[in-house]
């Protein structure tokens, strides 16, 4: 027997935690329950256009069965297998071949993940690790941006440049360090004749000689914000932060977790300003939400 709209309500509220959650928030949920194309529809029958795609990730829409069917004639032959050395599995190689070939072309190797916060996690540890065999065991911090979202697990959370997300969660990890983002419309610290995109790399420059450039792994920014506004930057921004980066020795992660897949109208949006970082985090477009 079905259950009933109020039922299916109250199951939810009593047995389903959600993101970034409160009751109050929470007092009159919409049940969502098919998509097709740009649209989706509730319990109730009501349609929307699904104008955010989910959460930025719905990036080739909803119901497309070529995909589902691709999905699961794969479950038939192999539901999964590990990747630890010493083992693989077709899929896994198949595709990281394949998003070789449309990332940047200094890219070399992918490391899967489940989602975009253990993507930059992963990111964090890739740079430590990187600058232990350089022989520069110190250089641990990573500086990220004001308005910037990284994910809320732990250490993507202490990345994450937003305060209302480390309520409740704090302390943070140490080791990361918040500047100033490229704001055209409202700049912090600009001085005369500056662009925001000179003031933005300036402050990043400043900022690794004030922590010290021995002890900064990396610098993470996503090219477009997401979860802090959608800010543009000035078109110079990311080729003089890539300058920065190369010059003071720091990695320079670039979070496409939203904008990677054609969210921009390109593979990856940092090509817009031809820049190319030194690791790269993607998710969300690259099963297009077909894979939770």
């Given at each position: 027997m079905a259950l009933t709209a109020a039922e299916i309500i109250k199951a939810d509220q009593e047995h389903l935690i959600h993101p970034l959650h409160h009751p109050i928030d929470h007092a009159e949920p919409m049940i969502y329950v098919r998509g097709k194309g740009?649209?989706?529809?509730?319990?109730?029958?009501?349609?929307?256009?699904?104008?955010?795609?989910?959460?930025?990730?719905v990036n080739v829409g909803?119901?497309?069965?070529?995909?589902?069917?691709?999905?699961?004639?794969q479950m038939k032959e192999l539901a999964y297998f590990s990747a630890y050395t010493g083992s693989s599995n077709l899929?896994?190689?198949?595709?990281?071949e394949k998003l070789i070939g449309l990332a940047y072309d200094n890219m070399q190797a992918v490391f899967f993940t489940c989602g975009g916060a253990e993507s930059n996690e992963?990111?964090?540890?890739?740079?430590?690790?990187?600058?232990?065999t350089k022989g520069k065991p110190d250089k641990i911090k990573v500086i990220s941006r004001h308005n910037a979202y990284h994910g809320v697990t732990q250490q993507a959370?202490?990345?994450?440049?937003?305060?209302?997300?480390?309520?409740?969660?704090?302390?943070?990890?140490?080791?990361?360090?918040?500047?100033?983002?490229?704001?055209?419309?409202?700049?912090?610290?600009?001085?005369?004749?500056e662009t925001a995109g000179q003031t933005a790399a300036r402050l990043l420059d400043e900022a690794i000689t004030r922590e010290g450039q021995d002890t900064v792994a990396a610098f993470i920014a996503e090219p477009i914000h997401g979860g802090g506004g959608v800010l543009v930057p000035d078109d110079d921004y990311f080729r003089l932060v890539r300058e920065v980066c190369t010059k003071r020795e720091v990695l320079f992660i670039g979070d496409e977790v939203i904008t990677g897949f054609c969210r921009t109208g390109r593979w990856f949006a940092l090509s817009h300003w031809?820049?190319?970082?030194?690791?790269?985090?993607?998710?969300?477009?690259?099963t297009s939400g077909y894979l939770p």
């Open positions: 740009a649209t989706i529809e509730t319990l109730g029958g009501e349609r929307y256009i699904d104008g955010l795609a989910g959460l930025w990730n909803h119901g497309r069965a070529e995909l589902a069917e691709a999905a699961a004639a899929p896994a190689v198949q595709l990281a992963s990111a964090f540890k890739t740079a430590r690790f990187y600058w232990k959370m202490s990345a994450t440049g937003m305060a209302a997300y480390w309520k409740m969660f704090e302390p943070r990890v140490p080791g990361f360090v918040h500047i100033p983002t490229c704001y055209p419309y409202r700049q912090q610290d600009a001085r005369p004749g031809n820049v190319k970082p030194d690791i790269m985090s993607f998710a969300k477009g690259v």
